[in-house]
Structure formats: C-alpha cells, structure tokens
C-alpha cells in the first residue's frame, strides 16, 4: 500500500524568509499525482500546488513551489518570502494512476508557524 | 457557485444515537469522499463513490454506511455512535478518475461523541 509520510510535525519560519516542508512517498507505481494541501484555523482543505510524476519540471504556483525527486521518491514544499496567511497545516498527499486506486492518501501533516 | 457542502458544521452525539451527515456538490462530480480527520494525524478515507449508485469502502468504513442516490449528494451515515468516531469529517469530490485536480473539500464536520 503506498504511504506518505512528513517528518516535520512542526516548522516555523520568520515572515519573508524561505520555508522547506518535507514529504516522501512510497509507491510501485511509474505514474501518479502528489499534491500539497493546506489547512488553516478554518478548518478548509485548500489545493496549493499538484505535480504529475510524468512531468519532469518541478511545478510552480507564485510563491509556492516543488522539488520533486522521482527516483528519491520525495516532494517537498518551498516557501517564498512567508506570509503571515501562511501558517497553517501542510498536507502531502499522493494520488494512484488512472484505473487504479480513487483515494488521496494523506501525510500526517506539517504545522507551520509563520513568525512577525 | 457553492462547491461542496457539509452540513452540520458541528454536532455533539451521545453514544449509541445515530446521526447523518450531509453533502452536496454542485459541480456535476462523477467521484465523491468522505474522510475522517483525527488530530494529529492526516485523513483517513472511510467511504468514496464513483458516481450514482456505485460505493465502496475505503481504509475505515466499520461504524458507517453512506448511499448515492444522486450525482449531487453523499450522505454519510453513523448508526451506533462510538467515542472512537469522535473526529472531523471531510467530503470531497473530484471531477473524474485519475484527474490530476485534486479534490474539492467541504468545509468539514466536527463530531463529538459523549
């Protein structure tokens, strides 16, 4: 079964500065989707950013972006010059190919603590 | 154009009632979920459907029941409820199989088993 797992329970970063969330996977399959959740106070699940394992480029959403290292089965989270709306619960979840398993299987989550 | 929603958005149940929690989309999304959420730990998927008519179970299902009368709507059902369904409750959808989109979250249920 693939599992996803994110080391950090908890990170902080001062506002403006760079923040690297991490999150490895572990799957047997060539082709599959990662993404990275966030979840502030409010309880909602936002979509920051989604990679394709097909896709070589790392995927880049303003100041969110990927490192994406297929062969290390890895995928980590960048945070450009942090915002105070920034903190909140990161989630890495991974997605299965087409015609194979539906469901999103989430990390454990990363809090993120952005300090003024 | 509303997305997912979750209702209630809070409840307290004592142990042994039963309960429904609802969950409509307005997207027209073949693929919906329900998830539970325990604190500290990521979501773990109880039931998913791939359209009307059509469910099965995901990681947790023991202790719930859901049906898919609609396109529109999910209705997850606890019959007997324990403190160990204490949790929050999340229903998704997503637009088809295999869609690199991701989900569409509601904004959750928080429930609370005395």
């Known amino acids: 079964a693939q599992t996803v797992t994110q080391s950090q329970p908890e990170m902080s970063v001062q506002e403006a500065e760079t923040v690297t969330l991490s999150c490895t996977y572990d799957t047997s399959e060539s082709d599959y989707y990662l993404f990275w959740y966030k979840q502030p106070p409010s309880r909602q699940m936002i979509l920051v950013i989604r990679q394709e394992a097909y896709k070589q480029q790392n995927a880049t959403e303003n100041r969110f972006s990927v490192n994406f290292q297929k062969a290390a089965k890895s995928f980590s989270l960048k945070i450009s010059d942090s915002q105070l709306g920034d903190a909140a619960m990161y989630f890495c979840?991974?997605?299965?190919?087409?015609?194979?398993?539906?469901?999103?299987?989430f990390g454990k989550g990363t809090k993120l603590t952005v300090n003024p | 154009n509303a997305g997912v929603t979750q209702t209630p958005k809070f409840r307290i149940l004592k142990i042994g009632q039963s309960m429904t929690l609802q969950c409509t989309q307005d997207?027209?999304?073949?693929?919906m979920y329900w998830y539970r959420q325990d604190p500290g730990m990521g979501l773990k998927l109880i039931y998913y459907?791939?359209?009307?008519?059509?469910?099965d179970k995901g990681e947790v299902p023991n202790g719930y029941n859901v049906s898919r009368s609609t396109t529109e709507d999910f209705p997850l059902r606890l019959e007997l409820a324990a403190p160990s369904q204490t949790s929050v409750y999340f229903c998704?959808?997503?637009?088809?199989?295999?869609?690199?989109?991701?989900?569409?979250f509601g904004s959750g249920t928080r429930l609370t088993v005395v």
């Open positions: 979840a991974y997605r299965g190919p087409q015609g194979g398993s539906e469901k999103l299987v």
């Open positions: 998704a959808s997503s637009v088809r199989r295999g869609s690199n989109y991701g989900y569409t």
């Open positions: 459907s791939v359209g009307a008519g059509i469910t």
């Open positions: 997207m027209n999304h073949n693929y």
